[in-house]
């Protein structure tokens, strides 16, 4: 019995070894090229360890220890973190053709898969073709009437609310208003969640990520092999599910009755390939399996990759949205002087236009913009972006060699708060985007990153956010309330940034 257990430790104790020695494999990868890291800690392929620091505060640390171009380690795998402007002007744009792809992160399932997201080379090429002319000005501008309903809507409740207190927590009020204007102007849809904040469409969105355990993320990203074992999904299925059965019905509808609308799913339905029968995903409950014989063409899109691209539109726009709209509604409180810049631009720009809140009227409203960005660099949506090698590649500024499939990560937060090209980072000051700065690169703010792979509906949350703060605006004063904190709080979610609780008092503004 001494002699099998002898054995048996042996045999550990070798497995133990080579898993180490593959763990720790290229922990000299950057220590060779002479590129400052991050020491690699061993301990960070298991799963459920926490850092005690929330992500953003990681990566500034990081960014002043090591420099603006530095090597990290995630388990096993080097990752390059590139923050200096002319580097990340090549890969983002100039060398596009070798990172113009994402980490290889799948869902595992056949509709998240299709997202433009996830979506690699070609595939996503095509797909993105087929869907940025939903976002160009003209589409923009036949949206309006739409997102004025919502937004008429939104300051109706806030009238309302105002006649109890007039103290409101922003999130309650922007996740139902935005999820009213997805719900329009992309799907024709009326969800009455700004007149009923407590229903389905507003419990299952807040349900999508919080319910996902951070192991999951940490699993996805260190060990994706056990992802695919298992068929786990990063993100919460009972709402993917949700969305998936109201767009087929959404569909179903529209296709049977003839119907046809100006929005964006209208355009998905016009770029549906013809040749496909619409069957290339069985759906059952709490499952969905793709029928290998379809196959969708190089013209059109196929019935996943249009279910796909709607999924991806609440997805995307929901969080990042309402997010913005109380960042900025927290600094316009806590910064009475700014905001009365804003409204006096806002009341010239719709004189200017007949007091039509029109398209013409929201673009000469440049110091809106300018505070807008001034929120975003100071909360991107997401702390970093990342791009992946699909070729060796050098980074000749540097003499870095990086090999095939090898992740670049972008340290967007940390860049944004760099006091070089942002001096005073932790100041709210809109005027740093009211003129171009010559001093500063471009490639130093990228709320929502840059080149071809850059937001495809950057432009709809823009005109969404400042349409929305306009009627606020034209409506009341934004002040503190005694509960607002002096500091803007964020919720750790992912990569993603979220801006936390924010209360601020309304003052109905006198009418002229």
């Known amino acids: 019995m001494d002699y099998i257990n002898v054995i048996l430790l042996a045999a550990l104790t070798s497995l133990i070894c080579c898993f180490y020695k593959k763990l720790t494999k290229d922990f ?22 926490k850092s005690n620091k929330p992500l953003q505060e990681l990566e500034v640390e990081w960014y002043n220890t090591y420099g603006r171009v530095y090597g990290r380690f995630e388990a096993p795998n080097p990752v390059l973190c590139v923050g200096e402007p002319d580097i ?15 980490r290889d992160l799948k869902f595992h399932d056949p509709i998240m898969d299709n997202t433009l997201f996830v979506l690699d080379g070609d595939a996503w090429k095509r797909v993105r073709n087929i869907v940025t002319p939903a976002f160009t000005t003209s589409k923009l501008k036949r949206i309006m009437p ?18 109890k207190s007039e103290f409101i927590n922003c999130q309650d009020f ?12 992309a799907f024709g849809m009326n969800i009455s969640a700004v007149k009923n904040p407590d229903n389905t469409f507003v419990e299952k969105s807040k349900k999508l990520f919080d319910e996902c355990l951070s192991w999951r993320t940490k699993l996805t990203v260190l060990c994706p092999a056990l992802m695919k074992v298992f068929r786990l999904n990063l993100l919460n299925p009972e709402t993917t599910e949700f969305y998936r059965d109201i767009i087929i019905q959404v569909l179903e509808e529209r296709k049977k009755h003839n119907v046809i609308k100006d929005d964006f799913l209208q355009m998905l339905l016009d770029a549906e390939d013809s040749n496909n029968n619409g069957n290339d995903t069985v759906c059952e409950k709490g499952s969905c399996k793709i029928n290998t014989n379809s196959k969708p063409t190089n013209k059109g899109l196929s019935h996943d990759e249009m279910l796909s691209q709607s999924i991806t539109f609440f997805i995307a726009g929901f969080d990042v949205t309402t997010s913005l709209l109380s960042h900025i509604c927290y600094r316009l409180a806590m910064h009475q002087d700014y905001q009365d810049m804003v409204v006096d631009e806002m009341n010239e720009a719709l004189s200017n236009n007949n007091g039509n809140i029109c398209y013409e009227a929201l673009a000469e409203m ?21 791009r992946r090698a699909e070729a060796d590649y050098t980074v000749e500024e540097r003499n870095i060699h990086l090999r095939k499939g090898m992740i670049v ?35 130093v703010h990228l709320p929502f990153g840059s080149g071809p792979r850059i937001c495809v509906g950057m432009r709809f949350v823009q005109v969404q956010v400042k349409m ?40 109905e503004r006198c009418s002229s």
């Open 146 to 163: 739409l997102l004025t309903e919502c937004c008429d809507l939104l300051v109706e409740r806030l009238s309302e609310t105002l006649e």
């Open 28 to 49: 000299n990868f950057w220590l060779k090229q002479n590129v400052p890291f991050v020491p690699p800690d061993v301990l960070v392929y298991i799963p459920l360890k």
């Open 468 to 507: 929305c703060l306009t009627k606020i605006l034209m409506k009341f004063q934004i002040l503190p309330a005694p509960t607002t904190s002096k500091t803007l709080e964020f919720i750790e979610s992912r990569n993603t940034m979220k801006v936390g609780k924010v209360e601020v008092r309304l003052k």
């Open 366 to 386: 440049k110091y809106m913009d300018a505070a807008i960005n001034e929120c975003l660099r100071m909360c991107p949506a997401m702390a970093r972006s990342e």
């Open 174 to 185: 922007f996740e139902s208003f935005v999820l009213c204007a997805i719900g329009r102007c």
């Open 88 to 102: 990340l002007k090549k890969i983002l744009v100039k060398d596009f053709h070798i990172f113009q792809n994402r």
């Open 409 to 443: 990560s972008i340290p967007v937060y940390a860049m944004h708060h760099d006091p070089q090209w942002f001096p005073e980072p932790e100041v709210f000051k809109p005027e740093r985007f009211y003129e171009p700065d010559l001093n500063r690169p471009q490639y």
